[in-house]
Every structure is written in C-alpha cells, then in structure tokens.
C-alpha cells in the first residue's frame, strides 16, 4: 500500500517565536528555579502554545528544571474617536462606546520577563 503523497507545503513545522528564544536564551546563562514570563492577550502565541515552545526551547539546556509560571495580561485598546478605553473581546476591534475602528493597543502585545527566583546554591 502507498500512501498518497502531501504537497510540500502540508507538512507542520512549529517555529519557535524569535522573542521566546531570546528569553530563553539570556535565561539559559542563568539557570534560575523558577521564571515568571508576562504574556499578552494579543500576543501571536497563547498559554499554551508558549508553554509547549518553552519546554522546546528549554530541552537540553540549563532550564530542564526551571519551572515557567505565565501571568497574562489583559488586552487594553483606546479608541481614538472618543478616548474610552476598552477590552477587546473576541477579537472585536471596534470601540463599543461609539463604534469607532481606530483604537491604539495599550496593553495585550507583551512577552518579558517579570521575575526569576535564582536556585538555592
Ligand atoms: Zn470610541
């Protein structure tokens, strides 16, 4: 029996995002016990996802033992026809005070590290 074969461009290849390995990276010098990474809303990758790309990243490396905690954060947009400040819900853009689709993006595109607890030498 043959399989059928995939057109190239079928097959999955997870990258990781160039910021996630920077961190990890500078963290791998380190090798702290535990780091808190802040996530935003709208960052192009989700809990899980970085968790997963994480744990990618950290196999092999100083980190296998690091324990990740991610503290998200919580999108914030201001609309420039009004200047309310809102939560974009489901990816809505739209202001809901006045309806308005230009808004600036507060919060919500972050990925850093907040803290590292260093190991107990
Ligand atoms: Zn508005």
């Known amino acids: 029996m043959r399989l059928i074969s995939q057109p190239e461009g079928a097959v ?28 935003g809303e709208l960052f192009p990758l989700n809990e899980e996802q970085l ?29 420039m026809t009004c200047l309310e400040k809102y ?8 202001c809901p005070h006045c309806g308005g689709a230009g808004a600036k ?4 595109e972050e990925l850093y590290v907040e803290s590292t607890e260093a190991r107990d030498e």
């Open 12 to 39: 999955f290849i997870m990258f990781s995002h160039p910021r996630l390995m920077k961190i990890v990276d500078q963290l791998s010098g380190q090798s702290p016990r535990s780091v808190t990474i802040a996530l």
């Open 51 to 79: 968790r997963s790309q994480w744990e990618e990243l950290a196999s092999g490396t100083s980190l296998t033992q690091t324990r990740l905690t991610i503290r998200l954060i919580r999108a914030q947009q201001q609309c």
């Open 87 to 94: 939560h974009p819900s489901n990816g809505e853009i739209r």
């Open 105 to 108: 993006i507060l919060a919500g």
